[in-house]
């Protein structure tokens, strides 16, 4: 796979992602102080990863196309970790109150 290969499929990824992050505003909060805090918490945490996965796909984009494979191992360990979390916090989320 070639660097702009990777870094278009890793953009359609995070499209993906966007789309949970705008499933997760729109559900109902949680009815009690603590677990709304737990989530709102969570929602800026994704946010704030996601914004760093954007910036390091920026700088990928820089890297010449002999030393960024390195890199993508990096980039793609941060999407799983992020998603995983998205994951979590769904399936949290649909639990009964």
Do not use: N
Not at 14 to 41: I, W
Not at 81 to 91: A, I, Q, R, T
Request: charged fraction near 35%; charge should be neutral; hydrophobic fraction near 40%.
């Amino acid at each position: 796979m070639s660097k702009q290969e990777f870094i278009h499929q890793m953009e359609a990824r995070l499209k993906a992602f966007d789309v949970q992050m705008e499933k997760l505003v729109a559900r109902p909060r949680p009815a009690g102080e603590r677990a709304r805090q737990e989530l709102e918490k969570t929602y800026y945490l994704l946010k704030a990863r996601r914004a760093e996965l954007r910036e390091q796909l920026r700088q990928l984009a820089s890297l010449p196309e002999d030393g960024w494979d390195k890199f993508q191992a990096s980039v793609e360990r941060m999407y799983a970790d992020m998603s995983h979390s998205m994951d979590e916090v769904l399936k949290g989320d649909a639990a009964p109150a």
